[in-house]
């Protein structure tokens, strides 16, 4: 069985998109000889990368380091698509903000134990009791250093 990855004509880091007028289904072979003759007209080291990641010649640790050393010996970040704009314009699902900020202040802290929830927010000098290894301690502790 064979493996089909989807090919940007134009690679995104050169400003291609993903419209699929821009993509090509190509075997995982294909790919990658399609990286390496990319490589060797435009001299790209992004297309290297892909090249020799395809063809595992270079392991994901190293191939992740040199993606991260190319991004910032640029000094500027990539260009957006007008699709990718669009979607960081997208309004956030409705509630979205009042449950991060719930979460943010901290109210309810909540332990491994399915279902049990430890809301601090008014006991500051009452003592609980861990419900996984039964110690006793007060809320503060029990929050920071107490979860299991």
Known sequence: MLIYHNH?????????????????????????????LLFEENGRQEDKLAWLGLLALIGKDELLRERAALGGSRGKSKPRSPETIAKLRKPQKEGFSAKLSTRQLGNKHWTKQPGAIIDTSLHINKRFTCLTCG???NAGNLKRWHQH
């Open 135 to 137: 110690k006793t301690t």
């Open 8 to 36: 940007h004509i134009l690679p995104r880091h050169a400003g291609g998109s993903n419209d699929p007028s821009n993509l090509i289904a190509l075997t995982v072979a294909e790919h990658a000889e399609a990286h390496r």
